[in-house]
T-cell receptor, first 114, second 114 residues
Framework: AQSVTQLDSQVPVFEEAPVELRCNYS??????LFWYVQYPNQGLQLLLKYLSGSTLVKGINGFEAEFNKSQTSFHLRKPSVHISDTAEYFC????????????FGSGTRLLVRP | DAGVIQSPRHEVTEMGQEVTLRCKPI?????LFWYRQTMMRGLELLIY????????DSGMPEDRFSAKMPNASFSTLKIQPSEPRDSAVYFCASSLSLRSGEQYFGPGTRLTVT
């Protein structure tokens, strides 16, 4: 069964600093990969997705992620964060060859401090 | 587009009562998903539909939970009887198709069972 690991439950960072949120998945087949953001008391919003093609994916709000098949990783990065980026970030994987179900990681809370 | 609509946004009920959560997916989307989010278990997929047909309900925790999708623009998730451990935020999401991979989430219903 597929699984997603987000090792960092919380990442504190100062405003305008770079950040990387880590995501590793376990799958021996081709996968779709996603990053979602959840602001307080809101639903999840798609930040970016990797379906195929270029391994560097750019998303909304200045975020990007790189798919690394050999390391089964899909880390999320932003070169300079803002206070407004404070939120919960979820990595997710789905198997396009079978069920297409999204399997979510446990989430990483990004806390941006002034 | 109004996005995925869920109602009610908040529900407080007593143990043993029936609870019905409602969802209107984005027009034109053929797949609909119900998730539950708790601190302890994170995001869990309960059930999903494709073209109004339930595809996988293996995530439904117990027979007390049931979901229907009578038409392309409406779905319900019912809990009968409700228990305090059902307290959670319930999200509905829709996607253009299963193959598209990208899911759009509603704002959620926060359920509290006392």
């Amino acid at each position: 069964a597929q699984s997603v690991t987000q090792l960092d439950s919380q990442v504190p960072v100062f405003e305008e600093a770079p950040v990387e949120l880590r995501c590793n998945y376990s799958s021996s087949v081709s996968v779709y990969l996603f990053w979602y953001v959840q602001y307080p008391n809101q639903g999840l919003q798609l930040l970016l997705k990797y379906l195929s093609g270029s391994t560097l994916v750019k998303g909304i709000n200045g975020f990007e992620a790189e798919f690394n098949k050999s390391q089964t990783s899909f880390h999320l990065r932003k070169p300079s964060v803002h206070i407004s980026d404070t939120a919960e970030y979820f990595c997710a994987v789905s198997d396009p060859a079978s069920s297409y179900k999204l399997i979510f990681g446990s989430g990483t809370r990004l806390l941006v401090r002034p | 587009d109004a996005g995925v609509i869920q109602s009610p946004r908040h529900e407080v009920t007593e143990m043993g009562q029936e609870v019905t959560l409602r969802c209107k997916p984005i027009s034109g989307h053929n797949s609909l998903f119900w998730y539950r989010q708790t601190m302890m278990r994170g995001l869990e997929l309960l059930i999903y539909f494709n073209n109004n047909v339930p595809i996988d309900d293996s995530g439904m925790p117990e027979d007390r939970f049931s979901a229907k999708m009578p038409n392309a623009s409406f779905s319900t998730l019912k809990i009968q009887p409700s228990e305090p451990r059902d307290s959670a935020v319930y999200f509905c999401a829709s996607s253009l198709s299963l193959r598209s991979g990208e899911q759009y989430f509603g704002p959620g219903t926060r359920l509290t069972v006392t």
